[in-house]
């Protein structure tokens, strides 16, 4: 499970950085190096996968609950 969330996190900041160069962990990554902003992205999708999971609450993908996701980045 840890492999695939670092690889989930790698993704979202790889692709996220052409879209949102100031978002999602891309100041962890320039302060702090990248391999620690892949960790923080990570752990917070595990985060958020155990909350769901918790409340068992359904994933619903919409622009506009990503948009309000990708702002607490």
């Known amino acids: 499970m840890r492999e695939v969330l670092v690889q989930a996190a790698l993704t979202l900041l790889a692709r996220l950085s052409m879209i949102r160069p100031e978002g999602l962990g891309i100041a962890v990554a320039r302060r702090r190096g ?31 609950i990503v948009a309000l996701a990708l702002e607490g980045f």
């Open 34 to 64: 990248l391999r620690r902003a892949i960790v923080a992205v990570a752990r917070k999708l595990a985060i958020i996968m155990h909350r769901m999971w918790a409340d068992t609450t359904t994933f619903n993908w919409t622009r506009e």
